[in-house]
C-alpha cells in the first residue's frame, strides 16, 4: 500500500501563486493531479511519469501557467501553480500509480492511490 500526502494550497489573491507538494510512500510509475470544484466532478490537472526523460501533460485550462517538478529519489512533485484564477479554485488532489500500464493517466481510473486532498482558495 503507498500512502500518498498532499502538502501546500491555502488563500491567495487572483493572479497570484502557491505550490502543492505531494510525496509517495513508494516507488511509483505516474504521478498526477487532480481538482474538484464545489458541485462540479474532479477534473484533470497534470499527469507526470517519474522517470528520468518521463513525458508530462498538463489540461489546456492550466497551460502556461503551471508547472511541475519531479524529485525521483523522494518521490515527490511538486506542483508550482502561477496567474491563479478564481476558477481555479478547487480541492486538489494527488494520485499515484505504481506501474507502467501504457495509459495516458489523464483519468481518475488510471491511478491506484489517492491523497486526502488540499484546499485552493483563489480570491478575486
Known amino acids: 500500500q503507498v500512502q500518498v500526502v498532499e502538502s501546500g494550497g491555502g488563500l491567495v489573491q487572483a493572479g497570484g501563486s502557491l505550490r502543492l507538494s505531494c510525496t509517495a510512500s513508494g516507488r511509483t510509475y505516474a504521478m498526477g493531479w487532480f481538482r474538484q470544484a464545489p458541485e462540479k466532478e474532479r477534473e484533470f490537472v497534470v499527469a507526470t511519469i517519474m522517470y528520468s526523460g518521463g513525458r508530462t501533460a498538463f489540461a489546456d485550462s492550466v497551460k502556461g501557467r503551471f508547472t511541475i517538478s519531479r524529485d525521483y529519489a523522494k518521490n515527490t512533485v511538486v506542483l508550482q501553480m502561477n496567474s491563479l484564477k478564481p476558477e481555479d479554485t478547487a480541492v486538489y488532489y494527488c494520485?499515484?500509480?505504481?506501474?507502467?500500464?501504457?495509459?495516458?493517466?489523464?483519468?481518475?481510473?488510471?491511478?491506484?492511490?489517492w491523497g486526502q486532498g488540499t484546499q485552493v482558495t483563489v480570491s478575486s
Open positions: 494520485a499515484a500509480y505504481p506501474f507502467y500500464s501504457g495509459s495516458s493517466y489523464t483519468g481518475e481510473n488510471e491511478y491506484r492511490y
